[in-house]
């Protein structure tokens, strides 16, 4: 590939997913209510995608949704 050229969607490289981050990410599934590994965690960062590394969002938006 030229260093000029856009990767077309073909040429992209991708992480691997587990069969339930493919449900989660691709098919728009959701985890169970108070379940997720990520529920407690208050480290300070910016949350990225597990599929393509994009940023989601950071450590400070979260909220306790309580629903």
Same mark, same amino acid.
């Given at each position: 590939? &030229?260093?000029?050229? /856009?990767?077309?969607?073909? +040429?992209?490289?991708?992480? +691997?997913?587990?069969?339930?981050? &493919?449900?989660?990410?691709?098919? &728009?599934?959701?985890?169970?209510?108070?379940?997720?590994?990520?529920?407690? +965690? %208050?480290? &300070?960062?910016?949350?990225?995608?597990?599929?393509?590394?994009?940023?989601?969002? /950071?450590? +400070? %938006?979260?909220?306790?949704?309580?629903?």
């Amino acid at each position: 590939m &030229k260093t000029n050229e /856009r990767m077309d969607e073909t +040429e992209k490289k991708y992480n +691997e997913l587990t069969a339930r981050e &493919k449900a989660v990410i691709l098919n &728009k599934d959701t985890e169970m209510p108070f379940f997720g590994k990520l529920l407690y +965690e %208050d480290r &300070k960062g910016t949350y990225i995608c597990k599929q393509c590394n994009a940023a989601l969002y /950071r450590s +400070e %938006d979260k909220f306790l949704a309580t629903c």
